[in-house]
């Protein structure tokens, strides 16, 4: 089942704002990581925190992690149109699985 | 590094056909894969974990002998749709762990199944 929920289900904005996603997991975690995917094409990998880790930041993404509502955001700054593409969350459950749960996703639309 | 492709990136077929669908890992072992379906505007789901060697784990809900996936080798696990139908069509993807595992799964970029 899944267990990511992100928030919103899709977002517009202008180039140069900044872009926030929500995302919420419903069990204890290991890591919670963050992927975009372009129309049609597959993941890229864009971020991963664990879960002793609060803030985490990459280039214009900026990631937190909430455990204890178990919740998660992800910033990117200074939009640009080619961020247009969806984003998912994937958590992994504690317990030494492998397996990701993807959350619905976002699709953000960044209009030059 | 760390490439995983996929072929053929998009398939048509007619209903009742067999297809099938590589995954490889074109620059790392992988012990484990995984395969994913993805509906259009919606998030992946999970169909089983490919083993090296070894039976695959299907997820609940997922048809074994109507997927049937094959990983014979560090770099190469396959996806057979077999007597496909219409409702088959979606998105099919693959991901891998690098040996020795990290936490990154890296991502095939996908197959696109349409069944008439």
């Known amino acids: 089942s899944q267990q990511g929920e992100e928030d919103p289900q899709a977002l517009s904005i202008q180039e140069g704002e900044n872009a926030t996603m929500n995302c919420s997991y419903k069990?204890?975690?290991?890591?919670l990581q963050w992927y975009r995917q372009n129309s049609g094409r597959g993941l890229v990998h864009l971020i991963l925190?664990?879960?002793?880790?609060r803030e985490k930041h990459s280039g214009r993404l900026r990631v937190t992690l909430d455990t204890s509502k178990k919740s998660s955001s992800l910033l990117i700054t200074a939009s640009r149109a080619a961020d247009t593409a969806s984003y998912f969350c994937?958590?992994?459950?504690?317990?030494?699985?492998?397996?990701?749960?993807f959350g619905k996703g976002t699709k953000l639309t960044v209009n030059p | 590094g760390a490439v995983v492709s996929q072929h053929p990136s998009w398939v048509i077929c007619k209903s009742g056909t067999s297809v099938k669908i590589e995954c490889r890992s074109l620059?790392?072992?992988?012990?484990?894969m995984f395969w994913y379906r993805q509906f259009p505007k919606q998030s992946l789901m999970l169909m089983a974990t490919?083993?090296?060697?070894?039976?695959?784990?299907?997820e609940q809900g997922v048809e074994k002998d109507k997927f049937l996936i094959n990983h014979a080798s560090l770099t190469l696990s396959t996806l057979t749709v077999t007597s496909a139908h219409p409702e088959d069509s979606s998105f099919y993807i693959c991901?891998?762990?690098?040996?020795?595992?990290?936490?990154?799964?890296?991502f095939g970029p996908g197959t696109r199944l349409t069944v008439t």
């Open positions: 490919s083993n090296e060697g070894s039976k695959a784990t299907y």
């Open positions: 925190i664990r879960s002793n880790e």
């Open positions: 994937a958590t992994d459950s504690q317990g030494g699985s492998e397996k990701l749960v």
């Open positions: 620059d790392f072992q992988a012990t484990t």
């Open positions: 991901s891998a762990y690098r040996d020795p595992r990290g936490y990154e799964q890296y």
């Open positions: 069990t204890s975690i290991n890591n």
